[in-house]
């Protein structure tokens, strides 16, 4: 990953263009052409960089749930367990952390229901059987920015 592709990351994580032609508005003021960003997010999403472009809402606004969850990962299962975990649209993102319970990921469904039988088919998929859900009942943080 180079400047540029730092630049494009930073430019569209938290002020993605609402128009028609948002990678337009990116190549303009980024001073790229539209077909080099295009090229560039492409990649990125091919490496797994990108996982998804997409809007976020406030779940609880829409009649969704939204939850954290930690789960203890065997240290050779993070890569498998994080491929697993992903594959589920709910969940808007994961990461590891120095601690016992080493995974955390969010993760939004319509119901609980929907998010405890979800948890129940990742632990049959993946093998781990510790995964807490934390479900969330005030908003603290509503912007994650990663300057890159």
Known sequence: MDD???AILN???SDFPITSRP???????LGFSENAVLERVAKLK????????????????LGFIS???AAKVPNHKIDSFAKAVNRY????????????????????????????????QI???????????????????IKAHFDL
């Open 4 to 6: 540029k592709d730092r």
């Open 11 to 13: 430019r569209i994580q």
């Open 23 to 29: 990678f337009l508005a990116i190549a303009n003021d």
């Open 46 to 61: 091919k490496r797994g960089i990108i996982r998804r472009i997409g809007g976020n809402f406030v779940p609880e606004k």
């Open 67 to 69: 939850t954290l969850c």
């Open 89 to 120: 649209p709910g969940v808007t993102h994961n990461y590891e952390r120095d601690n016992n319970y080493n995974v955390w990921f969010t993760f939004i469904a319509p119901s609980m229901d929907e998010i405890e039988n979800n948890l129940k």
């Open 123 to 141: 632990s049959i998929d993946t093998g781990v059987k510790d995964i807490i859900n934390l479900p969330s009942t005030k908003v603290f943080k």
